[in-house]
């Protein structure tokens, strides 16, 4: 497919996106199917073309004076080609000259509109690329930066790796995977990034010999620390409440060494099915997989016997994901206000719910990869308020588990008395926020 040709396919599979309200990825999986005279080239710089168009949704919308909520798939498209592609009117148009595959070619309208440099008077939602709903609430946590932490989550995602120390270690992982130029991670010892291509694709990283040994795993930077901060010791009980497909798991085992007991929990049995093959290729003997019997709520109690026992308890709670927007940049549009109240009160449960198995002295680790005050220090404050045997560590102790990093990562972070938040533009991770709070009692 020519350049242009690909601008063509983009324009139509943002139309599917929009019109129908579905998921990018399946709207993509479905174009390749009906063209599979596509090659995987085309295929990556098309849902490139297309993930760019999503992330810079409301301001590519805006330089072309569309209204929001009602802008054309083409006037998108045009537009990220300007903000994101750094193209000029000029080089816009020499691809949109109307030929066979190509773009019809660009109206007055449209030329002047992208000659013109016209962001600087936009509201803060439209500079940040987030829905206008959620200017409020983010305005709450960074008041005048939110439009500069919006772009941050509208850039493109890099690729992390966990180096597992349970096989190995950051320098012999870093030279089994030299040919693809990974660099060491600006706060977690154990992190290794490896940037996207042109396309913003990763590399294949699941078919390298170093990652299906168990050398590595992918994990955002922002996810090794939360588990790092978490501060498991060596030896300790530790339940793992939302452990999911086990990324903070496995992230916990080796920060462990593998010994002590890390117990891993999902209400969700389907989401916990990942974790099994998960653990062995890491390597990690001390994870007792504890999976739902029954449906939700009706089924025993699988965890009675751990009550009151454990050293630390980890709840990385389900929440709107808005730190992940780099990632999934059509969620951030499908998200409604229903959603953020729905998660608020699941947290706020599942927090109830978690403060039972830890025992005196330990410690409840609470973790989200949410921006939104509702879902971090609201959650945080009300925690304690019902809980008056806990009290929140303060983040100045909590960075002693990272070393003299600890320290740049708290003035990095922004920081409350209630816990860390990580953001795109201010440590280069996800976004992702994490409170310590202590049982004293
Ligand atoms: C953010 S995800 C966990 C990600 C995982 N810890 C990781 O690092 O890969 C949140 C998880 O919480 C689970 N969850 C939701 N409600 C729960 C509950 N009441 N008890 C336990 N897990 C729950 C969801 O099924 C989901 O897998």
Redo the contacts with the bound molecule.
Sequence with gaps: MTPAARISAAIEVIAGILAERRPAADVLTEWGRRHRFAGSGDRAALSSLVYDTLRRRASAGWIMGQPAGEETPRALVLGMLHLARGLDAEAIGRLCDGSRFAPEPLTDEEAARLAGDTLGEAPAHVRGDYPEWLDAPLARVFGDDRAEEGAGLAGRAPLDLRVNTLKSDVGKAAQQLAHLDPVAGAWSPLALRIAPNADGKAPPLTAEPAYLKGSVEIQDEG?QLAAILAAPARGAQVL??????????LALAALMDNAGQLYA????LR?LAPIHERVQRAGAHNVQIRSPKGRAGTGPDVLADLEGRMDLVLV????TGTGTWRRNPDAKWRMRPGALAERVK?QA??LD?AARFVKPGGRLAYIT?SLLDEENVDQVRAFLARHAGFRALPPAEAVLALGERGIALRAAALERPEGLLLTPRRTGTDGFFVSLMVRDA
Aim: with cysteine; charged share 35%.
């Design positions: 996810s793992d409440l939302c452990a999911g497909g086990g990324g903070k798991t929990y999902d209400d969700d989401r990385d709670a389900p929440c699941e449960e599942i719910a990869c």
